[in-house]
């Protein structure tokens, strides 16, 4: 089954312990995201990465780092986590920017973070 | 840049009743245009999608939408509310100029009354 994975779907954390939330997609996809969503705000873009070794700040990136070392996995990092990175946190996916993409992403379940 | 706006943050309908949700666009190329639908405790799930075929289109559970270049908007409708349809709806945009890259509203959240 075609799928983004995310892990973990809920955390609770301290501020300043350092986690890393995972995101792992079986599409062979090119172009993967993550998205923070808070009450009002809607969708915001932390980090992207148009391919491996490829990533580039979103519109909210402070507080957060991304690596991308292989297509599949995207996972996003919270070095020193604080009470306002608390959220709802998406991976999505995509075909990338090729000539056949639409831009259509397919997103994961989400990981609700907690920062205390 | 692309940007979307979203007309009324909470929308409420009657069972039976028409739904109505509101979605304007900007986008220096043709754009490709999406609605996503969020279920409480779920991830987005796609709705329906534009990509320059057919200008009215249609999705899943009865939703369709219509894309309109002259007022640069993309509504999405559907003619009878059912209860499961409460959840919070976003608009998105994308072009080949953003290289993949979504615009996203601030969503929509459809209420629907008994």
């Known amino acids: 089954e075609a799928q983004v994975t995310q892990n973990p779907r809920y955390l609770i954390t301290v501020t300043g312990k350092k986690l890393t939330v995972t995101c792992s997609q079986n599409?062979?996809?090119?172009?993967m995201s993550w998205y923070r969503q808070d009450p009002g705000l809607g969708l915001r873009q932390i980090y992207y990465s148009m391919n491996v070794e490829v990533t580039d700040k979103g519109d909210v990136p402070e507080g957060y780092k991304v690596s991308r070392k292989e297509k599949r996995n995207f996972p996003l990092i919270l070095e020193s986590p604080s009470p306002n990175q608390t959220s709802l946190y998406f991976c999505?996916?995509?075909?990338?920017?090729?000539?056949?993409?639409?831009?259509?992403?397919?997103f994961g379940e989400g990981s609700r973070l907690t920062v205390l | 840049a692309q940007s979307v706006t979203q007309l009324g943050s909470h929308v409420s309908v009657s069972e039976g009743a028409l739904v109505l949700l509101r979605c304007n666009y900007s986008s220096s190329v043709p754009p490709y245009l999406f609605w996503y639908v969020q279920y409480p405790n779920q991830g987005l799930q796609l709705l329906l999608k534009?990509?320059?075929?057919?200008?009215l289109v249609k999705g899943i559970n009865g939703f369709e939408a219509e894309f309109k270049k002259s007022e640069t908007s993309f509504h999405l409708t559907k003619p009878s509310a059912h209860m499961s349809d409460a959840a919070e709806y976003f608009c998105a945009v994308s072009d080949r100029s953003t290289l993949g890259r979504l615009y996203f509203g601030r969503g929509t959240q459809l209420t629907v009354w008994p």
């Open positions: 999505a996916s995509s075909l990338g920017a090729g000539a056949v993409s639409t831009g259509e992403l397919f």
């Open positions: 599409m062979n996809h090119e172009y």
């Open positions: 534009y990509t320059s075929a057919a200008t």
